[in-house]
């Protein structure tokens, strides 16, 4: 299994309260991806990185922002949750750009906002 | 708009039966497509893929097939088993700018009756 470690794996928390997710991988792959899965829309794209501290904005990044300072570790934030973002939400990794290689998902992370 | 679509959001087989998936997709441009397996609380799984230039790639029980001028790819399961009772997602690879791009389609549930 691909090295990828997803925190808090379940997450409640308030309307307005600002929340932060942790992807964590140990495969030292340049790209890395937030994706949300909600029920009849399958997996979408939140954002990107493709390098440190480069990021970029997927289909449905309005509310959220990203930050990675460093190759493993890529962060999403809810600066000010709603309850439309509950959600689960799914880390994914790649390594070459355009290559046959497959993005790896890490396991999720269940958050409801109240 | 969704480019990718699963049409059948669920799918009961019996074991040693074959398993048929369904996906379509409408933007041309894709040119890498993948299958992926999800169980619930986990993260998808990487299963079976075929690029644009290929119409079939088989992977043990596992078949894709790929009609182009039908926008069209199909997931054969044969025989089923009831460890393939899961959740089954087909994405699309498309380019932004920056990155390559997955579009999931919303995901067939199938379960393999003893």
């Known amino acids: 299994d691909a090295g990828i470690t997803q925190s808090p794996r379940h997450k409640v928390t308030e309307t307005g309260t600002p929340v932060t997710l942790r992807c964590h991988q140990t495969?030292?792959?340049?790209?890395m991806y937030w994706y949300r899965q909600d029920p009849g829309h399958g997996l979408r794209l939140i954002h990107y990185?493709?390098?440190?501290?480069?990021?970029d904005k997927g289909e449905v990044s309005d509310g959220y922002s990203v930050s990675r300072s460093k190759t493993e570790d890529f962060l999403l934030t809810l600066e000010s949750a709603t309850s439309s973002q509950t959600s689960v939400y799914f880390c994914?990794?790649?390594?070459?750009?355009?290559?046959?290689?497959?993005?790896?998902f890490g396991d999720g992370t269940r958050l409801s906002i109240l | 708009d969704q480019q990718v679509k699963q049409n059948s959001p669920s799918l009961s087989v019996q074991e040693g039966r074959i398993s048929i998936l369904n996906c379509d997709y409408t933007n041309s441009m894709f040119d890498y497509f993948l299958w992926y397996k999800k169980y619930p609380a986990e993260g998808p799984t990487f299963l079976i893929s075929?690029?644009?230039?290929?119409d079939k790639n088989e992977d043990g029980r596992f078949t894709v097939f790929l009609n182009k001028s039908a926008k069209h790819l199909s997931l054969h399961i044969v025989p089923s088993q009831p460890g393939d009772s899961a959740v089954y997602f087909c994405?699309?690879?498309?380019?932004?700018?920056?990155?390559?791009?997955?579009?999931f389609g919303t995901g067939t549930r199938l379960t393999i009756i003893p």
């Open positions: 075929i690029s644009s230039i290929k």
């Open positions: 495969e030292n792959h340049r790209y």
């Open positions: 994914a990794i790649s390594d070459q750009w355009g290559s046959n290689q497959p993005q790896h």
């Open positions: 990185s493709y390098g440190v501290k480069d990021t």
């Open positions: 994405a699309a690879r498309g380019y932004s700018s920056k990155n390559e791009k997955l579009t």
